[in-house]
């Protein structure tokens, strides 16, 4: 409900269609009021002043000041209802709604990831804190967190480890591909790569994908099902990306969002659900 550059409101065009068929009533009766005066050898000016007291007490020109007051005054009780109202229209559209869109990540749910004990490892020598340390290290660690999976990393990561390593470069993350990227130094003096990101971009990265892409679909799946979603992270060394496991995590529904979704469908309005997650994880969500 806050303010965006947008048309005239369907009340305020409702009032300006009334507003301009009185107007046109009004000049048309006080043209004929004026004529007959005249006709009937009343002077001029009683006739011109009868003509415009006539005109302005049939303009309704106070309408869209009660209809602003009115809404202004629903407003202030939405107001006390945790609603914040920046543009008026937005009162009557609302009222006209028969479908609400809501985003999943932080609306229907709390956005506090909470990290499960299943880490499913495709490398050898790799357990959960190691696979913890390599995504850390794919992001700015030394700087407040820029996402809630950057702050489940974070959180989850020794980060007193990290400080052995040198990052040389950082590639943030991109809706377009799904990931993002560290380039660093280790205490051996030594350059690599690491990545996390959604498991379908990072398995195409790896040089073993067509050994694991069963096998990881699968665990995807499963996971999916019990509404877990999970973090690829891979790392980019001799030459080639080699996928070290997945990091899975839940995003708890809010504790107010089964009553919520009940009373808007008790009021005729339909809820459906935006979200960038897989299809399965959606549906276990719904």
């Known amino acids: ?45 009683e006739a011109i002043s009868f003509a415009v007291v006539v005109l302005v007490a049939s303009i309704p020109v106070a309408i869209e000041i009660v209809s602003t007051s009115t809404l202004a005054l ?28 809501s985003d999943k990540t932080g609306t229907l749910t709390l956005n506090k990831m909470v990290i499960q004990e299943d880490t499913p490892v495709y490398c050898e020598g790799y357990d959960q804190a190691k696979i913890l340390q390599m995504a850390a290290l794919a992001a700015k660690w030394k700087e407040p967190a820029r996402d809630a ?28 591909i799904k990931r993002t990227e560290g380039t660093l130094r280790g205490p051996d ?5 690491t990545t996390k990101g959604a498991p379908q971009i990072i398995l195409d990265l790896a040089y073993n994908k067509e050994e694991i892409a069963e096998e990881v679909k699968a665990k995807i799946d ?51 659900m935006i979200t960038g997650d897989q299809k399965i994880i959606a549906i276990e969500t719904s």
Request: with cysteine; proline share 3%.
């Open 189 to 193: 003096g030594r350059e690599f790569k």
């Open 74 to 101: 629903g407003s202030r009780q939405l107001s006390e209802k945790g609603a914040i109202v920046a543009r008026l229209t937005s009162i009557e559209e609302m009222a006209g709604m028969n479908m609400l869109c």
């Open 149 to 176: 999976l950057d702050t489940l990393v974070l959180n989850a990561a020794d980060l007193d480890a990290l400080n052995e390593y040198e990052q040389i470069d950082f590639l943030p993350f991109d809706p377009a």
């Open 1 to 45: 409900m806050l303010n965006q550059e947008d048309d005239l409101g369907n009340l305020a065009k409702i009032l300006l269609r009334i507003t301009l068929v009185l107007t046109v009533l009004s000049l048309l009766l006080c043209s004929i009021s004026l004529a007959y005066l005249l006709i009937k050898k009343e002077s001029f000016v």
């Open 222 to 272: 499963e996971l999916g099902g019990r509404g877990i979603r999970s973090l690829a992270v891979a790392k980019f060394e001799n030459d080639r990306w080699e996928m070290l496991g997945l990091l899975t995590f839940l995003d708890p529904p809010r504790p107010d969002t089964k009553d919520t979704i009940e009373k808007a469908m008790e009021l005729g309005v339909d809820v459906k």
